[in-house]
């Protein structure tokens, strides 16, 4: 039965690529003949320049968790439950979710009479496929998942079993998609027009360059208004910007802070800064001998002015952050501030016997992130404190990151669950090591925290851990993440979101 069901979705999902491309085609044609499209909103088409390319359509495989990735799967497929555009947690393909009483079996009861684009039903099988298929790919999402299982109950009812107790599993499945059961491991000719059962569907992909969307026909929800969404991937800065300004593309974010005075300035744009879940974190290395004692860590702290470096070069989307997680996560507790003081800084290390003639080792990767490390760098030698600044390719960053060879690791640490489980849960625990710090009283909190679904517990316990981790100075948490977007004023419905990942299916135009 299900070999016979898989191929008659084999059967559909060829039949619509044929039936896709030729319509394509035929839509070129129209375009090149001259109708009546004039470009721009009057058409109810939308241009968007994306901030990262989109190099891949498969959510489950080796580029499932990159941005440009997750921007395309979130419009092409369904999924559980999503994150609203604030990180709140709603209903996709599940209308409802509840854990047993020890949070390791979770039961999602699916949303009746879904289909997907190409008109078959979407169902539990679906699900399970998928979820296998994702854990089989061993992609980035699959990682959230170790030794997870999941299984059909009924049609409309899957359950999630994990291995310990997790509270955060919803939060997790934001990036877990659903495809049709009779997508393989390696089926990239399915990805060419891929059915999905999410707001639309693809009229054409170059990889790293663009992908254009159209309306999903079959969508359970409210049929997208606009006619067309291309996502062009623009590298250059000033390119993108300039396109924005003439109306070649409509909306552009991760927008640098340089730029946001100019586009304010234009009454054809809306500007806006929204909070992410994304924070500066720079971690000490506790297995270093110059940085064992948590009060060398915190004296370092004291000895950089954050508020005034991010005053200088991030005055619109930074913020002095409070806490080790940022406010759009559940969990987030603020912590009391860490004064800049240069002097009792410097104090406190000359009495720990602290080494001024060693240099730290400060890593980090990305040019965009040098005026902020130099900065820094900048005030520890006021006091003396000699860092290093490595800038390093992203895979020989993260592989020294790994392997503890640093002494200071600076990144922009995003929480794309928006639960605290998959940041302060999963990399401060011993076990983990991932800074060279242990505290066994803080492994306690944290396991815990994932072991009870109610949210006030698990806030109020995640609040403690934060206190020990400020406390013992794991690292300096020097800023709190916001991202700047700016769009056309003929774009109506436009909603900036938290995570980066901006839904298009609510958008509208002056012509759609």
Request: net charge neutral.
């Amino acid at each position: 039965m299900a070999k016979t069901r898989a191929y008659r979705r084999s059967r559909l999902i060829r039949l619509t690529t044929s039936l896709t491309a030729g319509a394509a085609l035929l839509a070129a044609c129209s375009t090149a003949s001259g109708g009546d499209d004039n470009g721009g909103g009057a058409s109810g088409d939308v241009t968007v320049a994306g901030t990262y390319p989109i190099e891949s359509l498969d959510p489950h495989g080796a580029q499932g968790a990159s941005t440009g990735t997750q921007l395309a799967a979130q419009e092409i497929f369904g999924r559980l439950v999503r994150p609203d555009a604030d990180g709140t947690l709603k209903g996709d393909l599940a209308t409802a979710w509840k854990p047993n009483k020890d949070v390791t079996q979770w039961t999602f009861t699916l949303r009746s009479g879904v289909t997907f684009s190409d008109g078959s039903p979407l169902d539990a099988d679906d699900v399970v496929a998928s979820f296998q298929r994702m854990i089989t790919l061993n992609g980035p999402n699959a990682g959230n998942f170790p030794g997870y299982t999941m299984t059909k109950v009924s049609p409309t009812e899957v359950v999630l079993r994990s291995p310990a107790p997790d509270a955060s599993v919803p939060g997790k499945l934001g990036t877990f998609y659903v495809l049709p059961s009779g997508v393989g491991k390696e089926d990239t000719a399915f990805f060419n027009h891929p059915v999905g059962s999410g707001p639309f569907t693809v009229s054409g992909f170059t990889p790293g360059q663009s992908l254009v969307l159209v309306p999903n026909g079959k969508y359970r929800g409210t049929e997208p208004a606009v006619h067309q969404v291309t996502v062009r991937n623009v590298p250059d800065l000033s390119a993108r910007m300039t396109a924005l300004r003439t109306g070649e593309v409509d909306v552009v974010w991760g927008i640098p802070d340089d730029q946001l005075a100019s586009l304010k300035g234009d009454k054809d744009l809306t500007v806006r800064t929204v909070p992410s879940s994304a924070e500066f974190t720079m971690w000490f290395n506790s297995s270093t001998p110059a940085l064992k004692d948590a009060k060398v860590r915190r004296a370092i702290w004291q000895a950089v002015d954050f508020k005034t470096i991010i005053g200088k070069l991030y005055p619109e989307t930074g913020a002095p952050a409070d806490a080790p997680v940022t406010g759009v996560v559940l969990g987030h507790v603020p912590q009391p501030p860490v004064a800049y003081d240069p002097a009792a800084a410097k104090a406190a290390l000359t009495a720990a016997g602290f080494d001024f003639s060693k240099k730290l080792r400060l890593q980090f990767a990305n040019d965009e992130f040098r005026p902020f490390i130099q900065a820094v760098v900048s005030d520890l030698q006021k006091i003396g404190v000699r860092a290093d600044p490595l800038e390093k390719e992203q895979a020989a960053f993260t592989e020294d990151l790994l392997a503890l060879k640093w002494d200071i690791n600076f990144q922009q640490l995003a929480t794309p669950s928006y639960d605290a489980a998959s940041n302060l849960g999963r990399l401060y625990t011993c076990a983990a090591n991932r800074m060279g710090y242990c505290d066994r009283q803080l492994d306690g909190l944290l396991a815990s925290a994932g072991a009870t679904a109610d949210k006030h517990k698990r806030t109020e316990l995640y609040g403690e851990a934060s206190r020990i981790i400020w406390r013992d100075a794991v690292g300096m948490y020097p800023m709190s993440v916001s991202i700047a977007y700016a769009w056309n004023s003929h774009l109506k419905g436009f909603v900036p979101d938290a995570s980066g990942l901006p839904d298009f299916a609510g958008v509208r135009t002056d012509g759609s």
